[in-house]
């Protein structure tokens, strides 16, 4: 490589220039999925982060010890093992949300995401980049999730994480498209064509 | 439950892709024409079934009894990664024509969100090894079916007129809502939600 | 090295033992708060099934009573729980009583809840088909016709259906013992 990057532009691009979901097209489907409110939409983010972050710190440490031949096997345990310990801890002691994310949870260790930035990031990298990077990504993956599921939510129910905000003439009939897969489909190709049409990542 | 409502549940009510949203990165990504879907969904039933099946064995056979429940996410993601390469190896030796047919779409599968959903849904809906075989198999033509229908649409798409900031994934995802909002007047269909 | 055979296998024979002994750390800690949750949650489901307008419950006698609360948390019916003495062991009730007084449903422990009656005889008498018999009755119809109430018993089955009417029977006169909303 050339030059360094800075560490700025390592935790920055994550945000928009290089959004998993809109620029990388990658993480769709809990996207899609958890985004019926705004907060199921950033605790799945945070749920993600948790493992994006575990896996890329860990992969980075570890990364001159790891054959290149069987990196990918040693990589998805290490993803599995974080997705483990946030379905436990979530399930412990935020039921109700694990209720929500349900078999999402689990799926996070085949989020392109967190195996995608192991493999071109954090096995190359040192660990604060890698850790910079992991941030970066997850704000821009929480920022995505957030405005999809604040989206879904005021539309398809008046409410904003729970409280009610539209009109009650509103919420006596809202717009329930929105909450389901349709909606979600539909928000999403209008989200990306604000991101082509605003030539983010181009 | 019974097999029918399992496999209409899978196949139209709660159809993997449409309904569940699960599988999609393979499906904007390979649904730019009919004979790759077509191809992707048979790689997909064909490792769907197996994986269904091996996951299931080794769930109740080993880490129930054991103990090991908490292994389960690691145990499918690597079962699931294992048996692609095998089935490669497998099919490269011994099925030359169905080897090239599938192509590069083998092992596309491994980060294919449909095949674990599928063999973590057969834990939590408590389905028999029959039951799971039966959802499995609807869930992954309900697959097919999605992909290929999604398919035919955005072949007529590319020929369409359609302005820059709506060109690929915008008119791919509207396309999928009226799809999916096609697939939802099928909820509650035989009775099945 | 690090590309060597033995080092290949090593290092995923180690992460794996890692990750194995990591998780099974983190499945004992959350394991007791887990079960927990499912306990709450499985009473919170068979309150829900005899109060199905209640959106939520307070809890007045632990174990005992319940108050049905709407969504402005106004009280709505009572759930209580009794069990008299069937067939082949207690027989758990849970009624759900309206603010009228009468019964809005009842539930019967199943089998798998440990409920020890006959299948095929005494089982019969945790159907709907029985329980349904319940609903919109007050107190003193909520006996067997041959004790003096309303409700008929299960034929073969006596001993169970008069176990789920004296349960219901009970419930319904604590429920008119304590001092009214």
């Given at each position: 490589m050339s030059q360094p990057e800075s560490r700025i532009r390592i935790l920055t691009s994550g945000i928009i220039k290089e959004n998993p979901t809109l620029v990388?097209?990658?993480?769709?489907?809990?996207?899609?999925?958890?985004?019926?409110?705004?907060?199921?939409?950033?605790?799945?983010?945070?749920?993600?982060g948790f493992v994006l972050i575990g896996s890329n710190l860990v992969v980075s440490a570890a990364r001159r010890l790891v054959p290149d031949a069987v990196r990918i096997p040693i990589f998805i345990i290490i993803i599995s093992t974080f997705v483990t310990i946030i379905d436990y801890v979530m399930q412990a002691y935020q039921p109700s949300l694990y209720k929500v994310l349900g078999v999402f949870v689990p799926l996070i260790v085949v989020n392109c995401i967190i195996l995608g930035r192991a493999e071109a990031f954090a096995y190359r990298r040192g660990v604060l980049d890698s850790l910079l990077d992991a941030v970066g990504k997850t704000l821009g993956f929480a920022l995505v999730l957030f405005v999809m599921g604040a989206l879904r939510e005021l539309i398809g129910s008046g409410t904003f994480f729970g409280r009610p905000v539209l009109?009650?003439?509103?919420?006596?009939?809202?717009?329930?498209?929105?909450?389901?897969?349709?909606?979600?489909?539909?928000?999403?190709?209008?989200?990306?064509?604000?991101?082509?049409?605003?030539?983010?990542?181009? | 439950m019974n097999p029918a409502k399992i496999f209409l549940g899978a196949f139209l009510v709660n159809n993997i892709l449409l309904m569940?949203?699960?599988?999609?990165?393979?499906?904007?990504?390979?649904?730019?024409?009919?004979?790759?879907?077509?191809g992707m969904s048979a790689a997909v039933l064909f490792v769907m079934l197996l994986a269904a099946w091996v996951s299931w064995l080794l769930y109740h056979l080993l880490l129930v009894p054991f103990g090991l429940v908490f292994l389960r996410t690691a145990v499918f993601i690597l079962v699931i990664a294992a048996l692609v390469q095998f089935v490669e190896m497998f099919l490269k030796r011994y099925a030359r024509a169905l080897y090239s047919a599938l192509g590069i779409y083998l092992p596309l599968i491994t980060t294919n969100c449909a095949i674990l959903g599928v063999t973590f849904l057969n834990i939590d809906y408590k389905f028999s090894l029959l039951q799971a075989t039966i959802?499995?198999?609807?869930?992954?033509?309900?697959?097919?079916?999605a992909i290929v229908l999604f398919a035919a649409i955005r072949e007529r798409l590319d020929d369409a007129p359609i302005t820059p900031a709506l060109r690929g994934y915008p008119i791919a995802f509207i396309g999928a809502s009226l799809v999916s909002l096609a697939f939802l007047g099928f909820s509650a269909l035989f009775g099945i939600n | 090295m690090k590309e060597s055979r033995v080092w290949m296998v090593a290092s995923l024979v180690l992460t794996c033992a890692v990750a194995a002994f990591a998780l099974?750390?983190?499945?004992?800690?959350?394991?007791?708060?887990?079960?927990?949750?499912?306990?709450?949650?499985?009473?919170?489901?068979?309150?829900?099934?005899?109060?199905p307008a209640a959106a939520s419950f307070h809890e007045q006698e632990p174990g005992e009573m319940w108050f049905a609360l709407d969504a402005q948390g106004n009280r709505i019916g009572t759930v209580l729980k009794a069990a008299k003495q069937g067939y082949a062991g207690p027989v758990p009730v849970t009624v759900g009583i309206g603010l009228d007084g009468r019964i809005v449903a009842v539930r019967v422990a199943s089998a798998s809840e440990g409920l020890k009656e006959t299948p095929g005889l005494g089982l019969k008498a945790t159907?709907?088909?029985?329980?349904?018999?319940?609903?919109g009755k007050t107190a003193p119809e909520v006996r067997l016709t041959r004790d003096g109430g309303a409700i008929d018993a299960i034929t073969g089955a006596t001993i169970t259906s008069r176990a789920v009417a004296d349960g219901v029977s009970e419930a319904m006169e604590r429920h008119l013992e304590e001092p009214a909303p």
């Amino acid at each position: 490589m050339s030059q360094p990057e800075s560490r700025i532009r390592i935790l920055t691009s994550g945000i928009i220039k290089e959004n998993p979901t809109l620029v990388l097209m990658i993480g769709l489907c809990p996207t899609l999925a958890t985004t019926m409110s705004a907060r199921d939409g950033l605790g799945m983010a945070a749920a993600a982060g948790f493992v994006l972050i575990g896996s890329n710190l860990v992969v980075s440490a570890a990364r001159r010890l790891v054959p290149d031949a069987v990196r990918i096997p040693i990589f998805i345990i290490i993803i599995s093992t974080f997705v483990t310990i946030i379905d436990y801890v979530m399930q412990a002691y935020q039921p109700s949300l694990y209720k929500v994310l349900g078999v999402f949870v689990p799926l996070i260790v085949v989020n392109c995401i967190i195996l995608g930035r192991a493999e071109a990031f954090a096995y190359r990298r040192g660990v604060l980049d890698s850790l910079l990077d992991a941030v970066g990504k997850t704000l821009g993956f929480a920022l995505v999730l957030f405005v999809m599921g604040a989206l879904r939510e005021l539309i398809g129910s008046g409410t904003f994480f729970g409280r009610p905000v539209l009109p009650s003439t509103y919420r006596a009939a809202p717009m329930l498209f929105m909450l389901f897969p349709p909606g979600a489909f539909f928000l999403i190709g209008i989200l990306k064509a604000l991101v082509n049409k605003s030539g983010i990542g181009k | 439950m019974n097999p029918a409502k399992i496999f209409l549940g899978a196949f139209l009510v709660n159809n993997i892709l449409l309904m569940r949203f699960i599988g999609l990165c393979p499906f904007f990504g390979v649904s730019s024409s009919v004979s790759t879907s077509v191809g992707m969904s048979a790689a997909v039933l064909f490792v769907m079934l197996l994986a269904a099946w091996v996951s299931w064995l080794l769930y109740h056979l080993l880490l129930v009894p054991f103990g090991l429940v908490f292994l389960r996410t690691a145990v499918f993601i690597l079962v699931i990664a294992a048996l692609v390469q095998f089935v490669e190896m497998f099919l490269k030796r011994y099925a030359r024509a169905l080897y090239s047919a599938l192509g590069i779409y083998l092992p596309l599968i491994t980060t294919n969100c449909a095949i674990l959903g599928v063999t973590f849904l057969n834990i939590d809906y408590k389905f028999s090894l029959l039951q799971a075989t039966i959802f499995a198999l609807g869930t992954a033509a309900g697959f097919a079916l999605a992909i290929v229908l999604f398919a035919a649409i955005r072949e007529r798409l590319d020929d369409a007129p359609i302005t820059p900031a709506l060109r690929g994934y915008p008119i791919a995802f509207i396309g999928a809502s009226l799809v999916s909002l096609a697939f939802l007047g099928f909820s509650a269909l035989f009775g099945i939600n | 090295m690090k590309e060597s055979r033995v080092w290949m296998v090593a290092s995923l024979v180690l992460t794996c033992a890692v990750a194995a002994f990591a998780l099974s750390q983190v499945y004992a800690v959350t394991r007791p708060k887990i079960d927990y949750q499912r306990k709450v949650k499985a009473v919170q489901e068979a309150l829900a099934a005899v109060m199905p307008a209640a959106a939520s419950f307070h809890e007045q006698e632990p174990g005992e009573m319940w108050f049905a609360l709407d969504a402005q948390g106004n009280r709505i019916g009572t759930v209580l729980k009794a069990a008299k003495q069937g067939y082949a062991g207690p027989v758990p009730v849970t009624v759900g009583i309206g603010l009228d007084g009468r019964i809005v449903a009842v539930r019967v422990a199943s089998a798998s809840e440990g409920l020890k009656e006959t299948p095929g005889l005494g089982l019969k008498a945790t159907e709907p088909s029985f329980l349904s018999g319940f609903v919109g009755k007050t107190a003193p119809e909520v006996r067997l016709t041959r004790d003096g109430g309303a409700i008929d018993a299960i034929t073969g089955a006596t001993i169970t259906s008069r176990a789920v009417a004296d349960g219901v029977s009970e419930a319904m006169e604590r429920h008119l013992e304590e001092p009214a909303p």
